[in-house]
């Protein structure tokens, strides 16, 4: 059984003192199926990793983190790229969408408000229904593959990463009101760039930078009704069928 760090040996945190990322998190402890917690120090979410410190590097080492999942796009991916000693790669593009619907909207000559922003972030998020599931199919796969320690994020780890978090955690049977709270975390840990979208009014860079329950619901929304919940999403459209998730929940949380 694998040890964890000295310095979370009793009580393992959820948030992780990284100083090049703001939003690297640990989705253990939460409660799955049969009442068994999510193993620690074995499935992270996090923003872009191209700014991790050396420092960074030495306490990903000593978390055990052994794949990168990048669910960014072409263009994010080669302006932030990394490589980290050890550190398998995985790039499984999502194009960011809702960046250029901004744009599209503001060559109208519309400014930009608060509303059109949540409308245009749940459209991102049908989107990763239907338009992205081979994606997360993938990341399925590769969970199925190995239970190395692994990290799967974007560029500010709350949407794409979000969505992802959600399905793993769902599919290890945690309740869909915890789910989202682990959604909701985002906004108490992500910090901004400096300088980024500093051409759109704030109100505007608040919903775009943070993440709202109707965004994740808007998704889930989908699952239900397209495709009669998260279960025969997972089975049928994800390819994680029953034996698949029981191999998954094998892996990934703790034995009672």
């Given amino acids: 059984m694998q040890q964890h760090p000295p310095t979370h040996s009793t009580s393992p945190t959820r948030s992780l003192p990284f100083t090049g990322v703001t939003n690297f998190r640990d989705l253990g402890g939460y409660t799955g199926h049969g009442g068994r917690p999510v193993r620690w120090r074995r499935l992270f979410r996090s923003d872009h990793l191209a700014g991790l410190t050396p420092q960074d590097q030495a306490l990903l080492a000593e978390l055990g983190v052994a794949r990168a999942v990048d669910f960014r796009g072409q263009a994010e991916s080669a302006a932030h790229a990394y490589a980290l000693p050890g550190v398998a790669y995985h790039p499984l593009a999502i194009e960011p969408t809702v960046i250029q619907r901004a744009l ?3 060559r109208t ?22 338009d992205n599931a081979p994606r997360f199919a993938e990341l399925f796969r590769l969970l199925l593959a190995s239970d190395a320690p692994t990290v799967f994020h974007c560029t500010a780890g709350k949407d794409r990463t979000g969505f992802a978090a959600a399905l793993i955690l769902l599919a290890l049977g945690v309740p869909r009101d915890v789910v989202m709270h682990d959604y909701l975390l985002t906004n108490a840990l992500y910090q901004r760039p400096p ?50 998730q029981k191999e998954l929940a094998g892996r990934y949380l703790q034995a009672v």
């Fill in 109 to 130: 000559g519309r400014q930009l408000t608060a509303q059109d922003a949540v409308g245009l972030m749940q459209e991102t998020y049908l989107g990763f229904v239907h």
């Fill in 195 to 244: 300088g980024m979208g500093s051409h759109a009014p704030e109100e505007v860079l608040r919903v775009l930078w943070r993440v709202q329950e109707e965004f994740l619901d808007a998704a889930l929304h989908m699952v239900d009704n397209d495709f009669g919940g998260v279960q025969p999403y997972l089975v049928d459209v994800l390819g994680v069928d029953a034996a698949a």
């Fill in 104 to 106: 599209d909207l503001q």
